[in-house]
């Protein structure tokens, strides 16, 4: 039987961390005993403001980098943890009594929306306690004959021949030996089912498409694969191909994930060193910005991506519990491992998790290496966001339902709890629901929602509250700005929810659907989606009318009632500043230009040269400050050092701007020879550290009050966005 130990750890490492595996278990138990000892107010109130401070000048300390951080960190969040556990209890044994069936069925359901909100808190402060940082690998440090031989393969379905293109010449400047490294297009959309449909049309669109990129291929020396029927998707797709393969490892990228040159160099050291490895999984990397990213805070570039907490904390902390697992992408896997359960699972629509899942249960390993080294595309618009994330929740609950990782007896309780963790999560849509619900079922219709007085709450719910926003902020403060992840929730919980009940009908029904992308954002328009948050604002803002009711009616009352309103009007500042992502922004530009400063030259001629800095660069143009006297050519030829290649590279540029007064140049870049895309691909996509520094420049924590200022401050211009736009429309 395999260890499930992380490899190449030092045995004083692997010992600590196993004690602190053990340590964390038994601190649960005790808090939990602890925590269940009844105090009186005064002695509650007491402890309640102790714990606030002693959490706040621990987590002080663990984030201003002491010598002693890890030991701070711990110490808040494990005290944080026992507030919270202790808050849970006093709602369960003090505040769920009444006397009319339908407060008490409100009470209930609010409160099983706070077990689940708990739950996941206590998951998260479990899983990310320790993120594992490992020590970065080279396969420079291997014998040729020890390297292992690599299929590389890019599934594709209905993507563009020019985005395929991209990532297949990327995949093709890796630094790995050549004749290690085989690398295969898998066009799903050019199968034999598709060419010979019965609609004439589509037939043609297909064989066209299968001919295109098999001359693409063929140009560039790369193997194209399709098959006969479109089944399962593309696990299916992989497992099919797989059959005419050989490579001792496997490194699967989206059609739209461009690798840097040094991904296998970093990646597959840790599979030669270890045999027991599965699974080398990197970050996913988005080179643009979202929806919710573009239209709402237009903060791309300042602000962390969504992405960010899952692939800068929570895979670190998966990792530390053995638990990090496969996310489709952007990963290396070996071939024997695979061939052990059947190639990749196809039982759910997140084929991803649930192959690692299968290995980790056989007590195989997995390894995440925290370095941006793909670039892929974020969804455009909101509604091929929201598709995405319905596939994701539905892929979680079918392996949840249909697989039962926390009875599988192949997988330590650590682990477990990570698998559960990360499942549990996509249950969000009931209890945020529930949060943004509950107080109409007060301010609407005199439901009690909680049976405690005001004191009770200050005294139990407000400390749990700030608390917990504390230890979010130690866990995630730098990859996820204060409010956010309540922002992304709302915009996802009606439409997440839906698509869970069909899961819970029938974990077999859901099927995969390809995330649209390089979709058409030529113009401003509301998203089609719009309607349901119409709706939820109407609602919120009736609830209000009723607390003002409430006030003139009961003024004996007032205290519950300003809470519930606080809490109402918290929900509506939120929802009327989130109907700015439902305005879907034109985008001008092709591609997402994002901060560089590289020094480059400029070249007319061999006696026409001027020397200058990159300002800002994306992979069909860059934008310079460069000190000129006289009119640039129309035509000229960009010089600059590209670390992927480790050498200095011309790229042939049109000029479309430029101001002597401001000393800014702004270039298109012109492709018309192979040697001109693969250098400007080179240049643009494939070197790690430009990602790495352009993620650690945006990765900074804010205070909760500016989060809050920020959301308020843009709450009520879209609500008028929208009703001009809706009138523009009807005229």
């Not at 064989?207 to 998707?233: I, P």
């Not at 692939?311 to 071939?335: M, P």
């Not at 606080?566 to 092709?590: G, M, P």
């Amino acid at each position: 039987m395999v260890t499930n130990s992380p490899p190449l750890l030092t045995r004083r490492l692997t010992l600590r961390m196993s004690l602190l595996k053990i340590f964390t278990l038994l601190s649960l138990f005790f808090l939990i005993a602890l925590a269940s000892i009844p105090l009186q107010a005064a002695s509650q109130l007491a402890l309640s403001m102790g714990i606030i401070v002693f959490v706040y000048s621990a987590s002080s300390e663990a984030i201003q980098h002491s010598k002693k951080r890890e030991l701070f960190r711990l110490f808040a969040i494990i005290i944080g943890c026992f507030l919270s556990i202790r808050y849970l209890i006093w709602r369960g044994v003090n505040t769920l009594e009444s006397d009319d069936i339908f407060s008490f069925i409100a009470m209930i359901t609010l409160f099983i929306a706070e077990i689940y909100s708990g739950v996941i808190h206590l998951l998260g402060c479990f899983v990310n306690i320790f993120p594992l940082n490992r020590p970065r690998q080279s396969i420079k440090q291997f014998t040729d004959e020890k390297i292992p031989t690599v299929d590389l393969v890019v599934p594709s379905y209905n993507e563009s021949e020019t985005l395929l293109e991209v990532t297949l010449r990327a995949a093709k400047m890796l630094d790995y030996p050549a004749n290690k490294l085989n690398i295969h297009l898998l066009d799903d959309g050019g199968t034999d089912q598709k060419v010979f449909q019965e609609n004439v049309v589509a037939a043609q669109h297909a064989l066209t498409r299968r001919k295109k990129l098999q001359a693409l291929c063929q140009s560039l020396d790369v193997e194209y694969h399709t098959r006969a029927k479109n089944e399962h998707a593309k696990a299916g797709n992989i497992n099919t191909a797989l059959l005419n393969m050989d490579g001792e490892l496997v490194v699967i990228l989206d059609a739209d994930h461009v690798p840097t040159t040094d991904f296998l160099d970093r990646t597959v050291p840790w599979m030669i060193k270890d045999k027991d490895v599965f699974l080398v999984q990197s970050p996913h990397f988005m080179d643009n910005p979202d929806p919710i990213e573009r239209n709402y805070f237009s903060a791309f570039t300042r602000m962390p991506s969504e992405n960010d907490m899952f692939y800068n904390t929570i895979q670190k902390g998966l990792d530390f519990w053995s638990s990090s697992f496969f996310c489709g992408s952007a990963a290396v896997l070996r071939r024997r491992h695979l061939d052990m359960v059947g190639g990749i699972a196809g039982d759910s629509i997140t084929e991803d998790a649930e192959t690692a899942l299968a290995l980790h249960a056989l007590g195989y390993k997995s390894v995440y290496v925290d370095k941006p080294m793909i670039s892929g595309l974020a969804t455009e618009s909101f509604s091929s966001f929201i598709q995405q994330r319905e596939r994701w929740a539905q892929g979680m609950a079918q392996i949840l339902i249909l697989k039962k990782p926390f009875l599988n007896s192949g997988l330590h309780w650590y682990q477990k709890c990570g698998y559960m963790s990360s499942i549990l999560f996509w249950f969000f849509p009931f209890a945020r629901l529930v949060f943004l619900l509950s107080p109409l079922g007060y301010l609407l219709f005199g439901l009690e929602l909680i049976h405690a007085t005001f004191t009770e709450i200050l005294i139990y719910t407000v400390p749990h509250i700030i608390v917990s926003f504390r230890l979010s902020h130690v866990l995630f403060g730098k990859n996820r700005w204060p409010l956010v992840s309540e922002l992304y929730e709302i915009l996802q919980c009606t439409f997440l929810f839906r698509a869970l009940l069909t899961v819970i009908k029938s974990a077999n029904d859901p099927s995969f659907l390809v995330t649209p992308k390089g979709e058409d954002q030529s113009k401003n328009y509301i998203s089609s989606l719009a309607n349901s948050f119409y709706w939820l604002l109407v609602m919120l803002f009736i609830g209000n009318l009723g607390a003002l009711y409430h006030f003139y009616s009961t003024p004996e009352s007032w205290e519950l009632t300003f809470v519930v309103f606080a809490w109402n009007t918290f929900n509506f500042i939120l929802c009327v500043s989130l109907l700015d992502v439902l305005i879907e922004k034109k985008q001008v530009r092709k591609a997402s230009r994002l901060p560089a400063y590289d020094y480059v030259k400029i070249a007319a001629s061999e006696h026409q040269i001027w020397q200058g800095n990159l300002r800002n660069l994306s992979r069909t143009g860059a934008n310079l400050s460069l000190t000129f006297e006289h009119t640039l050519p129309k035509e000229v030829r960009l010089i600059a050092y590209a670390s992927a290649l480790n050498k200095h590279v011309e790229i042939a540029c049109q000029v479309m701007h430029q101001n002597s007064d401001t000393k800014e140049v702004r270039l298109q870049f012109l492709t018309r020879t192979d040697q001109e895309k693969n250098n400007v691909i080179a240049y643009t996509l494939c070197d790690s550290e430009r990602w790495d520094s352009f993620q650690k420049r945006r990765t900074r924590p804010i205070s909760y009050f500016y989060g809050l200022k920020h959301v308020v401050s843009v709450s009520m211009k879209p609500l008028f966005l929208h009703i001009y736009m809706k009138l523009k429309q009807r005229s």
